[in-house]
């Protein structure tokens, strides 16, 4: 089992360190797709799974969910949080017993995600309607929500993403979305799960990303669930999109859906795209000019 880097106390001290000592962009990586990052002296918490929820669902079937990782931190130890997001709809992603302890012990609490997606949101939550934001890639077809919102500070633009297809709802709206969030002079890309689509490169360069979060657990049919950018390709697209760094994740959370990170690191370098692998519990930061 691995144990995170920072864990419980040791990261929240660490996390209040940062808070109180110095400013820029913080950021520490909670777990598959889990972000909690600090800007200003607020925090938006990203794509939170901090449950074993899916370990107990599929206990005894043929997809078995064994975690081989320890829980970072517990969620309603997170007291503190302005904001949350939801790429889409699967539960590692919108996980009902993370978002629940959540929202008790954030009574502010504002949440992003697919207007698509807004009444299983509400639903899993446990949030009222008008603390559910939801919003729409740009180009979709028929009725759509915003693109993009502010929500405590950060504004945050949906982009389409492709789990392993660009999937619309019977409304036209897309399902799986990426994140754009602008912070001050910084811009984070946090594709949620996603493979590389046609004019993905084209519209997140112009956003001049400072950090980039991508999956590497790559494709495999075998394991009964939708896919994700391999470890080459998630270097291929930072470097693509001209990223300041980027940040591998979705991995290293259940056995039969993971990847190691090296060839990720060697593709990073022949590239000569800077990256970061963060352990588990791990800080990233980047200092404001």
């Not at 699967?90 to 207007?115: F, I, K, S, W, Y």
């Not at 790559?218 to 697209?237: F, K, T």
Request: charged share 20%; with cysteine; aromatic share 8%.
């Amino acid at each position: 089992m691995i144990r995170p880097f920072l864990q419980d106390d040791a990261l929240l001290a660490d996390i209040r360190r940062a808070q109180s000592q110095s400013k820029g962009l913080h950021l520490w990586w909670l777990g598959q797709s889990g972000f909690l990052v600090l800007w200003n002296g607020r925090f938006l918490l990203l794509d939170p799974y901090l449950s074993d929820s899916l370990s107990r669902k599929y206990a005894g079937t043929d997809k078995p969910h064994v975690r081989i990782s320890e829980r970072v931190i517990a969620p309603e130890r997170l007291d503190f949080v302005d904001v949350v997001t939801s790429s889409h709809n699967h539960t590692d992603h919108l996980d009902p017993e993370t978002l629940q302890a959540l929202v008790r012990v954030n009574p502010g609490l504002l949440m992003v995600c697919p207007e698509a997606n807004r009444v299983l949101v509400r639903e899993r939550s446990g949030l009222p309607d008008a603390r559910v934001l939801g919003l729409d890639a740009p180009s979709t077809p028929g009725p759509q929500g915003p693109t993009s919102i502010e929500a405590a500070g950060f504004r945050i633009h949906a982009v389409p993403a492709a789990h392993e297809s660009l999937d619309r709802d019977p409304a036209g709206r897309h399902v799986y979305l990426g994140y754009v969030i602008q912070a001050g002079p910084f811009t984070l890309y946090h594709s949620g799960d996603t493979v590389l689509f046609p004019g993905m490169v084209s519209l997140l360069r112009p956003f001049r990303v400072t950090v980039a979060l991508l999956p590497i657990n790559g494709r495999m049919p075998e394991r009964g669930v939708a896919g994700n950018l391999s470890g080459p390709e998630a270097a291929q697209v930072a470097s693509a999109i001209g990223a300041g760094c980027v940040i591998p994740c979705h991995y290293d959370l259940f056995a039969f859906n993971t990847a190691s990170p090296d060839a990720f690191e060697s593709t990073c370098g022949q590239l000569g795209q800077p990256a970061t692998v963060l352990p588990l519990g791990g800080h990233w930061s980047a200092p404001e000019e």
